[in-house]
């Protein structure tokens, strides 16, 4: 199963996640404790970084990862403007305005239009970080030499049924910028993301997030509005 599969099959059980999130019962809270405090501080940290755009785009590596098997990897692109954002992802390529979501995928020579939901935005891991206190709970764990640099690592625990047991985030410490993350799923799957090449406040068009069936004539469109 190609990456891209793996992803769209553990977005909708995340999407279900998120159902379950707004509805169901959440898990008992807990005395904060000084790492908890430490992770806030990460956490705010990043966010301040993360509002301090109005737009960006990065490339990112990706890896796929379960107990006896081969890791999957590839490379993927994102351009992100508030609700808007543009992801390719092995081939695939997701597109939102805000409005209508869009996956194009180029092989198949098909493309798939669904309204715009809320919890879509769970298909970009910057919008759900912004909101990240809503479902998580944050766990500091350790602060580690990178590269010749500090990064922070925190762990985010579902406080809420969820298919997945953990995210792990990785934190630039003096700049406060996302450096990757791994998505523990309930399946032994590890999701990996390494993210790179950071271009802040880049100039955007409209036509970046959206899908024009003029462009693509031969495509099939499967539209579910």
């Known amino acids: 199963m190609s990456f891209s599969k793996h992803l769209l099959t553990f ?26 405090v430490k992770a806030q501080n ?42 808007a954002y543009r992801m390719q992802i092995d081939g695939t390529v997701f597109l939102c305005d805000g409005k209508l979501l869009a996956v194009y995928q180029p092989d198949l020579e098909e ?18 970080l912004a909101n990240y206190e809503k479902r998580f709970r944050a766990k500091y764990i ?32 003096n700049t406060h910028q996302l450096d990757g993350m791994e998505l523990y799923d309930t399946q032994d799957r590890v999701y990996s993301y390494k993210i790179s090449d950071f271009v802040y406040n880049p100039a955007v068009k409209p036509g970046d997030f959206t899908f024009d069936p003029t462009l693509h004539p031969d495509v099939l469109i499967n539209d579910m509005r």
């Open 42 to 83: 990460v956490m705010d940290e990043l966010l301040n970084w993360l509002h301090a755009y109005k737009s960006l785009t990065a490339n990112f590596r990706y890896s796929v990862s379960q107990s006896g098997g081969k890791p999957q990897t590839g490379e993927g692109h994102i351009l992100l403007q508030g609700r």
């Open 142 to 173: 350790r602060l580690q030499n990178q590269n010749g640099g500090l990064q922070d690592v925190v762990d985010l625990m579902p406080t809420q049924a969820a298919p997945f047991q953990k995210i792990r985030l990785y934190v630039q410490h």
């Open 111 to 128: 493309a798939t239009l669904q309204a715009y939901d809320p919890t879509q935005d769970e298909l970009n891991p910057f919008l759900w």
């Open 11 to 36: 977005l909708a059980a995340w999407g279900i996640a998120i159902c379950l999130t707004l509805t169901g019962r959440p898990l008992q809270a807990q005395t904060p404790t000084v790492q908890d």
